[in-house]
């Protein structure tokens, strides 16, 4: 679903405030000359409209993309990362557990963000 804005605001820093929020289209009355229409207190000349348009896309830009792939200047900090280590060691078949799983330094162990999945689940092997 599409959001958008009808911008009945005298200057633009309503609408370009909308487009960082995901306003994905603006209305705006336009006007060749203000001079005394129903509509030109709020109405948009030639020079308005351009100013809201670029300065529309730059806060668009602004917002950037997702990217959550690990950039290259980023791995030599994984080191201080507090991934998932087991503290005890575990026989195979024995339950990980909040009381034997922690997320610790260094950065070399799994993702925490896997804990709840592990949780319960038996140990594959004796631990060291």
């Not at 203000?34 to 806060?59: H, M, R, Y």
């Not at 917002?63 to 030599?76: A, F, H, P, Q, V």
């Not at 909040?98 to 804990?115: A, M």
């Amino acid at each position: 679903m599409l959001t958008g804005l009808s911008a009945h605001t005298i200057d633009n820093t309503i609408a370009i405030s909308l487009v960082v929020l995901c306003a994905f289209l603006i209305e705006k009355h336009v006007t060749l000359d203000s001079s005394g229409a129903p509509d030109d207190s709020f109405s948009s000349e030639k020079t308005e409209l351009e100013q809201l348009c670029n300065d529309s896309v730059i806060a668009w830009q602004a917002l950037g993309t997702e990217n959550y792939e690990r950039k290259k200047s980023d791995k030599g900090n994984l080191v201080f990362r507090r991934p998932l280590y087991v503290v005890r060691i575990l026989q195979k078949g024995e339950k990980f557990t909040s009381d034997n799983v922690r997320s610790i330094r260094p950065g070399y162990g799994l993702t925490p963000e896997i804990l709840y999945s592990i949780l319960g689940k038996p140990s594959g092997k004796d631990s060291k």
